[in-house]
Each structure stands twice: as structure tokens, then as C-alpha cells.
């Protein structure tokens, strides 16, 4: 089992390493700027992005200030680096009771910097229009954001033309009490390709029509504070749309930092960190998490 203490330290050196390359640059969008198309003016409401779960807020009127509505935007997020380019996971936009007010929630995979890359958000309109934001993401501080587990025998293509093990990527969905404990949801999805990261769920086809095409029959999912006791773990309920939530966890402490444990197993094949076979070792994602002694239930 990893100590709390050292990846507490570790994650600490990554935020205050992050800081120092992921600073602000003044051609970046910040909130409240906004961008035209031919008929349309969008505005960026969004705070500070980090990685793992952000959520996106925009404003759509036309060019006389009249809020839009009834809308259907698209999303399409694009992380250029020097030597490729990526997608990240990403919700569709949902229309708010406010008028004009369109939300959409990326998993943004990795920060933005001048060592790493830019952040692109390209906007759909009608009428084929379409605007472009340019958003810093910054590293987590000081929770888990995201984990990866990797197949045992699945594989997929890699950029350089071989294969790779599929890997799953698990996003820390929120932290709450619940009834006897703490209640805690995870985000799954798995890498297509570098531009595809879909949500898992049973009955869906993976990289179909490749030689890589797999078709999930089932997921389980399971947490526990103490991968150790084989009583701990509690089973989680797919919630939809990739979010899967055990209740009742025990073993966490209000204000203290802690760790929750997720196996994940695909088709009956359980994934782990390093796509071999499980060994007791390091076999679940880990989150580091600490519980708020003003968390609200769900």
C-alpha cells in the first residue's frame, strides 16, 4: 500500500513544479472575455481550469447582446505540443435556466504551458460558425485528479505505428458524506486512439471495425479504503454517462488526508497500474483525498 505522507509530499513538489510552468499567458482566455463569429458573440464564464474534472461555462448572444436559446453548441477540446497533438474526455453542453448560459464539463488530461502545450476549445455554432478559446489549465492541487489502469490483454495502436496495452483513465468525480460514510464517484473512460477518449459502458463497441475492436459485456467497479480487507470494498452503481459511485466508504477522517482505492474490471479482466497480472501490489487506482468537515451530502 503506497503511505499517504509520501504522495501528500510528491503531489506537492508536482503542484509547486506546475505553478512555474503552467503561468498565465496574456494571450489565454480568462473569464469574461469573449469571442465574435459572423452572428454570434460567446462569452467565456469559466474560473481557473486544472487537470481532471473542469467545468465549462459560456454565454451565447447575438451581436446586439440578446441572449440565445434553444441552441445546440459542440464541443472540441485540442491540446497542441511540440510533437503531437491530443484530445481529452469532454461532456456535451446542457442549456441552463439562465437564459443564454450553455455548461459542459472536460477531464482535461494534462496542464497547459509553455513546456507543455495549448489548450484549445473550439466552440460550434449554428450556420457553421464557430469560435475559438484558449483556456490555462493548471495541475490538481493537492487531490487526486486522475488515475490510469491498463488491460492485462487488450491492446491498441500506438503513435508509432506498434501496439500498446488499452488504458483506462479514471477521474476523481467528487468526494461527499453520505449516510454511513463517505460516498465517492469516479468518471470512466478509455483511450480510442490520442483524439478519442470515450466513457465506458456495457454493450458499447471499442475502436470498432479495427483490428482492435473490443466489445465491453460488463464492468465492475469497487472501492475501498483498505485494499487489504477483502470485507471493505463496496461495490459501486454505474450512474451513467461514465460515472460509477460506491457508498458508504469508512475509513476516512474529516480534515485528513486519505486514500480510496478503485478496481476496475473490464469483460471479467481486472485492470491494474502496470497491465500485468495482479500481484496484491499496487493493483488499484489510488486517490488521495481529504474529506471536508463541511462536506454536504450528495
Known sequence: MKAVKTLAFSLSLVASACLMSA????????KNDYELSESFKVTYLSEMAQVGKSNLKIEITDLD?????????TLSPLMEMSTHNHSTPYGSFTESDEAGIYNATIYYLMASGPEMGTWYLDIGLPYDESVTFQPDVMM????TARANLKSQTDTIANMMGGEEKRTYILFNDGLSDGDS????????????????????????????????ELTIS?????????????????????????IWTAEGLTGLTDGEAGSIYVRLSVNGEQKTDDGNIPDGEYDEAE???????TMMGM
Open 23 to 30: 503561468c498565465s499567458d496574456s494571450n489565454n482566455s480568462q
Open 65 to 73: 447582446g440578446t441572449p440565445m436559446e434553444g441552441l445546440s453548441p
Open 140 to 143: 490538481a492541487m493537492g487531490e
Open 181 to 212: 460514510g463517505h460516498d465517492f464517484s469516479v468518471f470512466i473512460t478509455t483511450k480510442e486512439s490520442m483524439m478519442s477518449f470515450p466513457a465506458i459502458s456495457a454493450g458499447q463497441i471499442l475502436n470498432a471495425d479495427s483490428d482492435y
Open 218 to 242: 460488463s464492468i465492475t467497479v469497487a472501492m475501498s479504503t483498505d485494499p487489504s480487507d477483502g470485507d471493505s470494498w463496496v461495490t459501486a452503481s454505474n450512474e451513467g454517462e461514465g
Open 287 to 293: 486517490f488521495v483525498v481529504t474529506p471536508s468537515n
